[in-house]
Protein backbone atom coordinates (compact mmCIF):
# COMPACT_ATOMS: atom_id res chain seq x y z
CA UNK A 1 0.00 0.00 0.00
CA UNK A 2 1.19 3.50 -1.03
CA UNK A 3 2.44 5.72 2.27
CA UNK A 4 2.75 9.52 2.13
CA UNK A 5 4.37 12.04 4.49
CA UNK A 6 3.82 15.73 4.35
CA UNK A 7 5.72 18.20 5.03
CA UNK A 8 4.58 20.87 7.76
CA UNK A 9 6.78 23.42 6.26
CA UNK A 10 6.01 22.90 2.62
CA UNK A 11 2.96 21.30 2.73
CA UNK A 12 4.64 18.80 -0.02
CA UNK A 13 3.72 15.23 0.01
CA UNK A 14 6.16 12.87 -0.42
CA UNK A 15 5.53 9.29 -1.40
CA UNK A 16 7.53 6.61 0.92
CA UNK A 17 9.55 4.54 -2.14
CA UNK A 18 10.12 7.65 -4.36
CA UNK A 19 11.97 10.14 -1.30
CA UNK A 20 14.16 7.16 -0.66
CA UNK A 21 14.72 7.18 -4.31
CA UNK A 22 15.04 10.92 -4.45
CA UNK A 23 18.09 10.58 -1.13
CA UNK A 24 19.23 8.26 -2.89
CA UNK A 25 20.07 10.04 -6.44
CA UNK A 26 20.82 13.22 -4.57
CA UNK A 27 23.56 11.80 -2.56
CA UNK A 28 25.31 9.89 -5.54
CA UNK A 29 25.18 13.62 -7.48
CA UNK A 30 27.11 15.04 -4.55
CA UNK A 31 29.51 12.04 -4.14
CA UNK A 32 30.32 12.30 -7.88
CA UNK A 33 30.19 16.53 -7.70
CA UNK A 34 32.91 16.03 -4.99
CA UNK A 35 35.40 14.13 -7.14
CA UNK A 36 34.65 16.15 -9.94
CA UNK A 37 35.45 19.19 -8.14
CA UNK A 38 38.89 17.38 -6.83
CA UNK A 39 39.67 16.74 -10.20
CA UNK A 40 38.57 20.31 -11.54
CA UNK A 41 41.42 21.48 -9.06
CA UNK A 42 44.17 19.15 -10.60
CA UNK A 43 43.40 20.39 -14.22
CA UNK A 44 43.02 24.16 -13.07
CA UNK A 45 46.63 24.18 -11.26
CA UNK A 46 48.04 22.82 -14.08
CA UNK A 47 46.40 24.37 -17.03
CA UNK A 48 47.46 27.36 -14.60
CA UNK A 49 51.36 28.09 -16.52
CA UNK A 50 52.92 29.48 -13.57
CA UNK A 51 51.94 26.25 -11.62
CA UNK A 52 51.45 23.59 -14.06
CA UNK A 53 50.96 20.81 -12.04
CA UNK A 54 50.75 17.39 -13.30
CA UNK A 55 52.49 15.85 -16.17
CA UNK A 56 50.92 15.16 -19.44
CA UNK A 57 49.90 11.37 -19.25
CA UNK A 58 48.12 12.13 -15.69
CA UNK A 59 46.44 15.24 -16.86
CA UNK A 60 44.81 13.69 -19.70
CA UNK A 61 43.55 11.15 -17.31
CA UNK A 62 42.45 13.63 -14.76
CA UNK A 63 40.56 15.84 -17.32
CA UNK A 64 38.57 12.88 -19.00
CA UNK A 65 37.63 11.72 -15.14
CA UNK A 66 36.44 15.32 -14.83
CA UNK A 67 34.90 16.16 -17.56
CA UNK A 68 32.70 12.34 -17.06
CA UNK A 69 31.93 12.79 -13.26
CA UNK A 70 31.29 16.27 -13.55
CA UNK A 71 29.14 16.72 -16.78
CA UNK A 72 27.22 13.08 -16.70
CA UNK A 73 27.52 11.46 -13.51
CA UNK A 74 27.01 14.57 -11.30
CA UNK A 75 24.28 16.22 -13.58
CA UNK A 76 22.27 13.14 -13.85
CA UNK A 77 22.05 11.42 -10.78
CA UNK A 78 20.85 14.69 -9.64
CA UNK A 79 18.36 15.30 -12.22
CA UNK A 80 16.67 11.42 -11.63
CA UNK A 81 15.80 12.79 -8.18
CA UNK A 82 14.21 16.16 -9.66
CA UNK A 83 12.11 13.97 -11.82
CA UNK A 84 10.47 11.80 -9.42
CA UNK A 85 10.03 14.88 -7.42
CA UNK A 86 8.20 16.45 -10.49
CA UNK A 87 6.56 13.40 -10.88
CA UNK A 88 5.44 11.81 -7.14
CA UNK A 89 5.38 14.53 -5.05
CA UNK A 90 4.78 17.40 -7.19
CA UNK A 91 1.29 15.03 -8.35
CA UNK A 92 0.73 13.43 -4.70
CA UNK A 93 1.11 10.35 -6.59
CA UNK A 94 2.36 6.98 -6.05
CA UNK A 95 5.51 6.17 -7.66
CA UNK A 96 5.70 3.78 -10.58
CA UNK A 97 7.48 0.49 -10.10
CA UNK A 98 9.97 1.21 -7.15
CA UNK A 99 11.87 -1.84 -7.79
CA UNK A 100 12.62 -0.90 -11.42
CA UNK A 101 13.50 2.62 -10.22
CA UNK A 102 16.39 1.20 -7.71
CA UNK A 103 17.35 -1.31 -10.43
CA UNK A 104 18.46 1.82 -12.34
CA UNK A 105 19.81 3.63 -9.52
CA UNK A 106 21.81 0.61 -8.91
CA UNK A 107 22.76 0.35 -12.68
CA UNK A 108 23.80 3.85 -12.87
CA UNK A 109 25.89 3.64 -9.90
CA UNK A 110 27.93 0.02 -10.82
CA UNK A 111 28.54 2.12 -14.49
CA UNK A 112 29.64 5.13 -13.20
CA UNK A 113 32.30 2.63 -11.32
CA UNK A 114 33.56 0.93 -13.84
CA UNK A 115 33.82 3.64 -15.86
CA UNK A 116 35.55 5.75 -13.22
CA UNK A 117 37.75 2.39 -12.61
CA UNK A 118 38.80 2.11 -15.88
CA UNK A 119 39.64 5.70 -16.50
CA UNK A 120 42.09 5.73 -13.24
CA UNK A 121 43.56 2.09 -14.48
CA UNK A 122 45.05 4.89 -17.08
CA UNK A 123 44.28 3.49 -20.28
CA UNK A 124 41.28 5.61 -21.03
CA UNK A 125 42.69 8.51 -21.31
CA UNK A 126 40.29 9.33 -24.19
CA UNK A 127 38.88 12.22 -22.74
CA UNK A 128 34.70 12.87 -22.34
CA UNK A 129 34.21 12.57 -26.58
CA UNK A 130 36.28 9.32 -26.52
CA UNK A 131 36.96 9.81 -29.90
CA UNK A 132 37.72 6.85 -32.64
CA UNK A 133 40.16 5.21 -33.38
CA UNK A 134 42.17 6.36 -30.39
CA UNK A 135 41.06 3.55 -27.82
CA UNK A 136 40.26 3.01 -24.58
CA UNK A 137 39.29 -0.36 -22.33
CA UNK A 138 36.32 -2.38 -22.91
CA UNK A 139 35.24 -1.27 -19.42
CA UNK A 140 34.74 2.26 -20.10
CA UNK A 141 32.58 1.62 -22.84
CA UNK A 142 30.69 -0.96 -20.65
CA UNK A 143 30.04 1.48 -17.62
CA UNK A 144 28.89 4.08 -19.41
CA UNK A 145 26.01 1.82 -21.00
CA UNK A 146 25.18 0.73 -17.91
CA UNK A 147 24.86 3.85 -16.72
CA UNK A 148 22.72 4.78 -19.71
CA UNK A 149 20.23 2.07 -19.01
CA UNK A 150 20.07 2.82 -15.95
CA UNK A 151 19.16 6.25 -16.38
CA UNK A 152 16.82 5.40 -19.36
CA UNK A 153 14.99 3.10 -16.93
CA UNK A 154 14.52 6.00 -14.50
CA UNK A 155 13.01 8.10 -17.26
CA UNK A 156 10.32 5.55 -18.04
CA UNK A 157 9.69 5.30 -14.01
CA UNK A 158 8.92 8.77 -14.37
CA UNK A 159 6.56 8.35 -17.38
CA UNK A 160 5.09 5.58 -15.81
CA UNK A 161 4.21 7.55 -12.78
CA UNK A 162 2.63 10.45 -14.83
CA UNK A 163 0.42 7.62 -16.03
CA UNK A 164 -0.45 6.60 -12.64
CA UNK A 165 -1.26 10.28 -11.45
CA UNK A 166 -3.43 11.17 -14.46
CA UNK A 167 -5.12 7.29 -14.10
CA UNK A 168 -5.84 7.66 -10.37
CA UNK A 169 -7.15 11.13 -10.95
CA UNK A 170 -4.38 13.05 -7.97
CA UNK A 171 -4.57 16.22 -10.10
CA UNK A 172 -6.87 18.58 -12.30
CA UNK A 173 -6.04 19.39 -15.89
CA UNK A 174 -2.48 19.97 -17.15
CA UNK A 175 0.31 18.89 -15.17
CA UNK A 176 1.63 21.95 -13.19
CA UNK A 177 4.69 23.68 -15.22
CA UNK A 178 7.35 22.40 -13.70
CA UNK A 179 6.23 18.83 -14.00
CA UNK A 180 5.89 19.73 -17.76
CA UNK A 181 9.70 21.14 -17.93
CA UNK A 182 10.70 17.83 -16.36
CA UNK A 183 8.51 16.02 -18.86
CA UNK A 184 10.64 17.99 -21.40
CA UNK A 185 13.62 16.79 -19.58
CA UNK A 186 13.10 13.66 -19.85
CA UNK A 187 11.65 13.33 -23.69
CA UNK A 188 15.44 14.87 -24.31
CA UNK A 189 17.31 12.14 -21.95
CA UNK A 190 15.49 9.13 -24.27
CA UNK A 191 16.57 10.79 -27.39
CA UNK A 192 20.15 11.31 -25.79
CA UNK A 193 20.43 7.50 -24.62
CA UNK A 194 19.26 6.30 -27.59
CA UNK A 195 22.17 8.32 -29.46
CA UNK A 196 24.58 7.09 -26.96
CA UNK A 197 23.47 2.94 -27.55
CA UNK A 198 23.52 3.49 -31.38
CA UNK A 199 27.31 4.56 -31.15
CA UNK A 200 28.48 3.86 -27.68
CA UNK A 201 27.38 -0.32 -28.14
CA UNK A 202 29.33 -1.26 -31.71
CA UNK A 203 32.07 0.94 -30.37
CA UNK A 204 31.88 -1.54 -27.23
CA UNK A 205 31.84 -3.91 -29.83
CA UNK A 206 35.00 -2.85 -31.58
CA UNK A 207 36.69 -2.22 -28.41
CA UNK A 208 36.65 -6.05 -27.72
CA UNK A 209 37.72 -7.22 -31.30
CA UNK A 210 33.95 -7.55 -32.51
CA UNK A 211 34.01 -5.02 -35.17
CA UNK A 212 36.99 -4.34 -37.30
CA UNK A 213 36.15 -0.77 -38.18
CA UNK A 214 33.85 2.14 -37.10
CA UNK A 215 33.75 5.51 -38.99
CA UNK A 216 35.31 8.02 -37.17
CA UNK A 217 33.17 11.12 -39.24
CA UNK A 218 30.20 8.94 -38.95
CA UNK A 219 30.84 8.38 -35.17
CA UNK A 220 31.34 12.30 -34.14
CA UNK A 221 28.44 13.01 -35.74
CA UNK A 222 26.24 10.20 -33.92
CA UNK A 223 28.56 10.88 -30.80
CA UNK A 224 27.10 14.71 -30.56
CA UNK A 225 23.85 13.62 -30.76
CA UNK A 226 24.05 12.45 -27.77
CA UNK A 227 27.10 14.41 -26.10
CA UNK A 228 25.48 17.39 -26.66
CA UNK A 229 22.15 16.71 -26.07
CA UNK A 230 23.41 15.31 -22.64
CA UNK A 231 23.78 19.20 -22.02
CA UNK A 232 20.10 19.87 -23.24
CA UNK A 233 18.61 17.65 -20.46
CA UNK A 234 20.42 20.04 -17.60
CA UNK A 235 18.99 23.16 -19.79
CA UNK A 236 14.99 21.78 -19.80
CA UNK A 237 15.45 20.74 -16.07
CA UNK A 238 17.28 23.82 -14.64
CA UNK A 239 14.91 25.96 -16.43
CA UNK A 240 12.36 24.25 -14.40
CA UNK A 241 14.42 24.72 -11.66
CA UNK A 242 14.30 28.09 -11.99
CA UNK A 243 10.01 27.91 -12.35
CA UNK A 244 10.09 26.06 -8.71
CA UNK A 245 12.10 28.62 -6.79
CA UNK A 246 9.98 31.50 -7.91
CA UNK A 247 7.20 29.94 -7.07
CA UNK A 248 8.52 28.54 -3.57
CA UNK A 249 10.59 31.77 -2.34
CA UNK A 250 7.91 34.37 -3.94
CA UNK A 251 4.56 32.60 -4.66
CA UNK A 252 5.11 33.78 -8.11
CA UNK A 253 3.09 32.09 -10.83
CA UNK A 254 4.22 31.76 -15.03
CA UNK A 255 3.39 35.15 -16.73
CA UNK A 256 1.81 32.94 -19.26
CA UNK A 257 1.77 29.37 -19.05
CA UNK A 258 0.74 28.59 -22.60
CA UNK A 259 3.86 30.76 -23.80
CA UNK A 260 6.12 28.74 -21.11
CA UNK A 261 4.75 25.48 -22.10
CA UNK A 262 5.45 26.20 -25.85
CA UNK A 263 9.13 27.52 -25.45
CA UNK A 264 9.52 24.04 -23.72
CA UNK A 265 8.02 22.32 -26.98
CA UNK A 266 10.75 24.47 -28.96
CA UNK A 267 13.90 22.65 -26.82
CA UNK A 268 12.18 19.14 -28.12
CA UNK A 269 11.70 20.09 -31.37
CA UNK A 270 15.04 22.14 -31.95
CA UNK A 271 17.23 22.02 -29.13
CA UNK A 272 19.42 19.16 -30.24
CA UNK A 273 20.33 20.70 -33.20
CA UNK A 274 22.93 22.70 -31.46
CA UNK A 275 24.97 20.03 -31.51
CA UNK A 276 26.19 20.61 -34.75
CA UNK A 277 28.13 23.27 -33.46
CA UNK A 278 30.59 20.32 -32.65
CA UNK A 279 30.76 19.13 -36.16
CA UNK A 280 31.48 22.56 -38.43
CA UNK A 281 34.95 22.07 -39.91
CA UNK A 282 34.14 18.44 -40.24
CA UNK A 283 34.41 17.73 -43.61
CA UNK A 284 32.22 15.03 -43.76
CA UNK A 285 28.69 17.19 -43.75
CA UNK A 286 27.57 19.89 -46.20
CA UNK A 287 27.56 23.27 -45.85
CA UNK A 288 23.58 23.55 -46.16
CA UNK A 289 23.10 20.63 -43.44
CA UNK A 290 25.50 23.25 -40.97
CA UNK A 291 24.34 26.30 -41.90
CA UNK A 292 20.53 25.21 -41.50
CA UNK A 293 21.13 24.12 -38.18
CA UNK A 294 23.28 26.40 -36.92
CA UNK A 295 21.11 29.19 -37.53
CA UNK A 296 17.50 29.09 -38.64
CA UNK A 297 17.00 25.84 -36.71
CA UNK A 298 19.13 26.57 -33.61
CA UNK A 299 17.57 29.85 -33.30
CA UNK A 300 14.22 28.64 -32.18
CA UNK A 301 15.55 27.13 -29.48
CA UNK A 302 17.71 30.35 -28.65
CA UNK A 303 13.99 31.98 -28.91
CA UNK A 304 13.15 29.18 -25.84
CA UNK A 305 15.93 30.11 -23.58
CA UNK A 306 15.10 34.12 -24.15
CA UNK A 307 11.54 33.41 -23.29
CA UNK A 308 12.18 31.59 -20.46
CA UNK A 309 14.90 34.32 -19.96
CA UNK A 310 11.85 37.02 -19.49
CA UNK A 311 8.89 35.08 -18.10
CA UNK A 312 10.77 33.58 -14.68
CA UNK A 313 12.02 37.29 -13.39
CA UNK A 314 8.95 38.45 -14.79
CA UNK A 315 6.70 35.86 -12.86
CA UNK A 316 9.25 37.44 -9.53
CA UNK A 317 8.87 40.99 -10.71
CA UNK A 318 5.01 40.45 -10.31
CA UNK A 319 4.18 39.13 -7.68
CA UNK A 320 7.41 41.57 -5.69
CA UNK A 321 4.92 44.11 -7.04
CA UNK A 322 1.73 42.60 -5.86
CA UNK A 323 3.36 42.89 -2.41
CA UNK A 324 3.87 46.48 -2.42
CA UNK A 325 7.30 46.92 -4.21
CA UNK A 326 6.20 49.25 -6.80
CA UNK A 327 8.92 52.31 -5.81
CA UNK A 328 11.05 52.76 -9.35
CA UNK A 329 11.93 49.99 -12.10
CA UNK A 330 14.20 47.78 -9.44
CA UNK A 331 12.78 47.83 -6.10
CA UNK A 332 11.41 44.21 -6.33
CA UNK A 333 14.65 43.33 -7.42
CA UNK A 334 17.07 45.30 -4.81
CA UNK A 335 13.96 43.99 -1.60
CA UNK A 336 14.41 40.37 -3.07
CA UNK A 337 15.63 38.15 -0.78
CA UNK A 338 19.09 37.89 -1.63
CA UNK A 339 20.59 36.09 1.66
CA UNK A 340 18.69 33.07 1.16
CA UNK A 341 20.82 31.01 -0.86
CA UNK A 342 17.41 29.78 -2.67
CA UNK A 343 16.94 32.85 -3.92
CA UNK A 344 20.20 34.06 -4.88
CA UNK A 345 21.50 31.06 -6.43
CA UNK A 346 19.04 30.57 -8.70
CA UNK A 347 18.76 34.58 -10.28
CA UNK A 348 22.39 34.45 -11.09
CA UNK A 349 22.23 30.71 -12.53
CA UNK A 350 19.69 32.74 -14.91
CA UNK A 351 21.86 35.60 -15.45
CA UNK A 352 25.08 34.08 -16.24
CA UNK A 353 23.33 31.64 -18.05
CA UNK A 354 21.83 34.22 -20.20
CA UNK A 355 24.86 36.79 -20.66
CA UNK A 356 28.00 34.12 -20.69
CA UNK A 357 26.38 30.66 -21.72
CA UNK A 358 23.40 31.92 -24.33
CA UNK A 359 25.04 34.41 -25.78
CA UNK A 360 28.42 32.89 -26.12
CA UNK A 361 26.91 29.61 -27.60
CA UNK A 362 24.70 31.17 -30.30
CA UNK A 363 28.44 33.06 -31.64
CA UNK A 364 30.07 30.10 -31.10
CA UNK A 365 27.23 28.19 -33.53
CA UNK A 366 27.62 30.67 -36.00
CA UNK A 367 29.62 28.26 -39.18
CA UNK A 368 31.82 31.31 -40.04
CA UNK A 369 32.63 33.00 -36.54
CA UNK A 370 32.85 29.16 -35.09
CA UNK A 371 36.15 28.98 -37.05
CA UNK A 372 38.32 31.59 -34.81
CA UNK A 373 37.05 30.02 -31.65
CA UNK A 374 36.76 26.25 -32.50
CA UNK A 375 38.87 23.79 -30.54
CA UNK A 376 40.25 26.30 -28.42
CA UNK A 377 39.68 26.89 -24.85
CA UNK A 378 36.75 29.33 -25.84
CA UNK A 379 34.82 25.96 -25.62
CA UNK A 380 35.17 24.84 -22.79
CA UNK A 381 34.57 28.47 -21.48
CA UNK A 382 31.18 28.10 -22.84
CA UNK A 383 30.19 25.51 -21.46
CA UNK A 384 31.42 25.78 -18.35
CA UNK A 385 29.50 29.32 -18.62
CA UNK A 386 26.12 26.78 -19.32
CA UNK A 387 26.96 23.37 -17.26
CA UNK A 388 28.64 24.90 -14.25
CA UNK A 389 27.49 29.00 -14.43
CA UNK A 390 23.88 27.21 -15.33
CA UNK A 391 22.92 23.98 -14.16
CA UNK A 392 25.16 23.50 -11.26
CA UNK A 393 24.34 26.78 -9.85
CA UNK A 394 20.77 26.10 -9.90
CA UNK A 395 20.38 22.53 -8.57
CA UNK A 396 22.75 24.19 -5.82
CA UNK A 397 20.04 26.83 -5.12
CA UNK A 398 17.11 23.84 -4.65
CA UNK A 399 19.41 21.68 -2.33
CA UNK A 400 19.16 24.12 -0.03
CA UNK A 401 15.71 23.77 0.02
CA UNK A 402 15.05 20.05 -0.35
CA UNK A 403 17.76 19.35 2.92
CA UNK A 404 15.23 20.44 5.50
CA UNK A 405 12.22 19.67 3.31
CA UNK A 406 13.24 15.56 1.77
CA UNK A 407 16.23 15.01 4.03
CA UNK A 408 14.42 16.57 7.33
CA UNK A 409 17.87 18.06 8.85
CA UNK A 410 18.58 22.02 9.65
CA UNK A 411 21.39 23.31 7.33
CA UNK A 412 24.51 23.54 9.21
CA UNK A 413 26.39 26.97 8.77
CA UNK A 414 23.48 29.12 7.55
CA UNK A 415 26.34 32.14 7.44
CA UNK A 416 28.58 30.21 5.44
CA UNK A 417 25.23 28.96 2.91
CA UNK A 418 24.31 32.48 2.12
CA UNK A 419 27.69 33.49 1.02
CA UNK A 420 28.42 30.26 -0.75
CA UNK A 421 26.50 30.80 -4.07
CA UNK A 422 28.13 34.09 -4.53
CA UNK A 423 32.26 33.07 -4.01
CA UNK A 424 30.89 30.39 -6.71
CA UNK A 425 29.43 32.64 -8.48
CA UNK A 426 32.33 35.60 -8.41
CA UNK A 427 34.86 32.32 -9.66
CA UNK A 428 32.57 30.92 -12.38
CA UNK A 429 32.21 34.34 -13.77
CA UNK A 430 35.73 35.21 -13.65
CA UNK A 431 37.17 31.94 -15.06
CA UNK A 432 34.63 31.10 -17.97
CA UNK A 433 35.16 34.82 -19.20
CA UNK A 434 38.98 34.98 -18.93
CA UNK A 435 38.78 31.10 -20.38
CA UNK A 436 36.99 32.42 -23.37
CA UNK A 437 39.72 35.50 -23.52
CA UNK A 438 42.36 33.17 -23.79
CA UNK A 439 40.70 31.08 -25.79
CA UNK A 440 40.03 34.47 -28.30
CA UNK A 441 43.42 34.57 -28.53
CA UNK A 442 43.80 31.03 -29.97
CA UNK A 443 45.16 29.21 -26.53
CA UNK A 444 44.37 25.59 -27.15
CA UNK A 445 41.35 23.71 -25.86
CA UNK A 446 43.00 20.42 -24.86
CA UNK A 447 46.95 20.92 -24.82
CA UNK A 448 48.61 20.17 -21.20
CA UNK A 449 51.18 22.53 -21.67
CA UNK A 450 50.41 26.56 -23.34
CA UNK A 451 54.32 26.68 -23.70
CA UNK A 452 54.59 23.49 -26.23
CA UNK A 453 58.21 22.63 -24.37
CA UNK A 454 57.99 19.55 -25.63
CA UNK A 455 58.00 20.67 -29.40
CA UNK A 456 60.97 22.60 -28.99
CA UNK A 457 63.24 19.77 -27.32
CA UNK A 458 62.01 17.33 -29.62
CA UNK A 459 60.93 19.52 -33.07
CA UNK A 460 63.54 21.91 -31.91
CA UNK A 461 60.60 24.47 -33.06
CA UNK A 462 59.34 27.08 -30.60
CA UNK A 463 56.01 29.05 -30.31
CA UNK A 464 54.76 31.79 -27.48
CA UNK A 465 51.08 33.17 -26.88
CA UNK A 466 50.79 36.49 -26.59
CA UNK A 467 51.78 37.81 -23.07
CA UNK A 468 48.09 38.65 -22.39
CA UNK A 469 47.43 35.15 -23.24
CA UNK A 470 49.43 34.33 -20.54
CA UNK A 471 47.96 36.82 -17.53
CA UNK A 472 44.62 35.45 -18.83
CA UNK A 473 45.62 32.10 -17.65
CA UNK A 474 47.02 32.71 -14.76
CA UNK A 475 43.76 34.65 -13.93
CA UNK A 476 41.91 31.66 -15.33
CA UNK A 477 43.78 29.15 -12.33
CA UNK A 478 43.21 31.73 -9.84
CA UNK A 479 39.50 32.18 -10.73
CA UNK A 480 39.18 28.21 -11.19
CA UNK A 481 40.66 27.83 -7.50
CA UNK A 482 37.91 29.74 -6.15
CA UNK A 483 35.03 28.49 -7.87
CA UNK A 484 36.44 25.21 -6.46
CA UNK A 485 36.22 26.82 -2.93
CA UNK A 486 32.42 27.52 -3.31
CA UNK A 487 31.72 24.22 -4.69
CA UNK A 488 33.68 22.46 -1.54
CA UNK A 489 31.21 24.99 0.73
CA UNK A 490 28.18 23.44 -0.97
CA UNK A 491 29.14 19.73 -0.65
CA UNK A 492 30.60 20.87 3.33
CA UNK A 493 26.95 22.22 3.69
CA UNK A 494 25.48 19.27 2.67
CA UNK A 495 26.98 16.79 3.32
CA UNK A 496 27.36 18.27 7.11
CA UNK A 497 23.72 18.77 7.43
CA UNK A 498 23.18 15.22 6.50
CA UNK A 499 25.83 14.02 9.06
CA UNK A 500 25.30 16.47 11.87
CA UNK A 501 21.89 18.44 11.02
CA UNK A 502 19.57 18.76 13.43
CA UNK A 503 16.74 16.75 12.68
CA UNK A 504 13.73 18.39 12.12
CA UNK A 505 11.01 16.43 14.17
CA UNK A 506 7.28 16.18 12.74
CA UNK A 507 4.54 18.99 14.23
CA UNK A 508 1.19 18.45 16.05
CA UNK A 509 0.04 19.80 12.46
CA UNK A 510 1.88 17.80 10.42
CA UNK A 511 -0.35 14.88 10.89
CA UNK A 512 -3.61 16.74 10.77
CA UNK A 513 -4.43 15.44 6.94
CA UNK A 514 -3.61 11.68 8.33
CA UNK A 515 -5.67 11.57 11.39
CA UNK A 516 -2.44 9.65 13.09
CA UNK A 517 -0.68 9.79 16.25
CA UNK A 518 2.85 11.37 17.06
CA UNK A 519 4.11 7.37 18.06
CA UNK A 520 3.17 6.17 14.82
CA UNK A 521 5.45 6.36 11.85
CA UNK A 522 5.39 9.66 9.91
CA UNK A 523 3.96 8.05 7.17
CA UNK A 524 0.47 7.19 6.62
CA UNK A 525 -1.91 4.76 4.00
CA UNK A 526 -3.98 7.46 3.65
CA UNK A 527 -3.80 8.97 0.00
CA UNK A 528 -3.38 13.09 -0.18
CA UNK A 529 -6.29 15.20 -0.97
CA UNK A 530 -6.59 15.66 -5.26
CA UNK A 531 -4.46 18.64 -6.47
CA UNK A 532 -6.90 21.29 -8.15
CA UNK A 533 -6.20 23.36 -10.73
CA UNK A 534 -4.43 26.44 -10.39
CA UNK A 535 -6.60 29.34 -11.31
CA UNK A 536 -5.58 31.10 -14.64
CA UNK A 537 -5.24 34.54 -14.45
CA UNK A 538 -5.37 36.27 -17.98
CA UNK A 539 -5.11 39.94 -18.09
CA UNK A 540 -5.64 42.28 -20.76
CA UNK A 541 -6.56 46.20 -21.26
CA UNK A 542 -4.07 48.98 -20.87
CA UNK A 543 -2.97 48.91 -17.50
CA UNK A 544 0.27 49.06 -18.53
CA UNK A 545 3.11 46.30 -18.46
CA UNK A 546 3.38 44.34 -15.54
CA UNK A 547 7.06 43.51 -15.09
CA UNK A 548 9.03 46.70 -16.53
CA UNK A 549 12.03 46.04 -15.09
CA UNK A 550 12.24 42.68 -15.99
CA UNK A 551 12.01 44.51 -19.98
CA UNK A 552 14.81 46.55 -19.26
CA UNK A 553 16.83 43.79 -18.57
CA UNK A 554 16.02 42.24 -21.51
CA UNK A 555 16.69 45.46 -23.54
CA UNK A 556 20.25 45.14 -21.93
CA UNK A 557 20.26 41.35 -22.64
CA UNK A 558 19.17 41.96 -26.56
CA UNK A 559 22.03 45.03 -26.57
CA UNK A 560 24.89 42.88 -25.29
CA UNK A 561 24.05 40.12 -27.84
CA UNK A 562 23.69 42.41 -31.07
CA UNK A 563 27.33 44.16 -29.73
CA UNK A 564 29.10 40.88 -28.81
CA UNK A 565 28.14 39.60 -32.24
CA UNK A 566 29.29 42.19 -34.29
CA UNK A 567 32.55 42.48 -32.60
CA UNK A 568 32.68 38.68 -33.18
CA UNK A 569 32.22 39.75 -37.04
CA UNK A 570 34.85 42.37 -37.03
CA UNK A 571 37.43 39.98 -35.22
CA UNK A 572 36.80 37.43 -37.72
CA UNK A 573 37.26 39.99 -41.16
CA UNK A 574 40.69 40.55 -39.01
CA UNK A 575 42.24 36.95 -39.17
CA UNK A 576 40.65 36.20 -42.46
CA UNK A 577 41.22 39.96 -44.59
CA UNK A 578 39.65 39.82 -47.61
CA UNK A 579 41.23 41.21 -50.81
Known sequence: MAQFRVCPQSGLYFHKSAESLMKANAV??????????????????????TVHLLPADAFYMVLTAHGINALLFWIIFFEMAVLYFASSTLLRSRLATPRWAWLGFWLMIIGAITTNVAIFQGASSVMMTSY?????????????????????????????????AKGENTYDGSIPLVTFGALTACIIAIFTIASGAIILIPTFLWSVGLISYIDPVMYRIVWWAMGHSSQQINVATHVAIWYAIAAIVFGAKPMSEKVSRGAYLLYILFLQLASAHHILVDPGVSSTWKIFNTSYAMYLAVLASMIHGLTVPGAIEAAQRKKG??????????????????????????????????????????????????????????????????????????TYFLVPVLFRRELILPGLAKWQPY???????????????????????????????????????????????????????????????????????????????????????????FGVPLADSCYSPTRPERLGRPPVIEEHGSAGFEAPGTFVLAIVFLVTFVVYYFINWKYLASVWPMS
Not at 41 to 47: E, N, P, Y
Not at 137 to 162: D, M, Q, R, S
Not at 453 to 474: C, H, N, Q, R, V
Open 132 to 164: VPMPAEPHFYLGLILFAVGALIGCFVFLGTLAV
Open 325 to 398: YTNGIFEWLRKAPWSNPVFSGMFMSLIMFGFLGGITGVVMGTEQINIIIHNTLYVPGHFHATVVAGTTLAFMAI
Open 423 to 513: IFSIGIILFTLFMMGAGTMGVSRRHWDMSFADASTILGMTFEYPGTAKLMMGIVGISGVLSIIGGAMYVLIVVGSLLFGKKLEASAGFWQN
Open 28 to 49: AAVVFLLLAGVLALLVTLTRWP
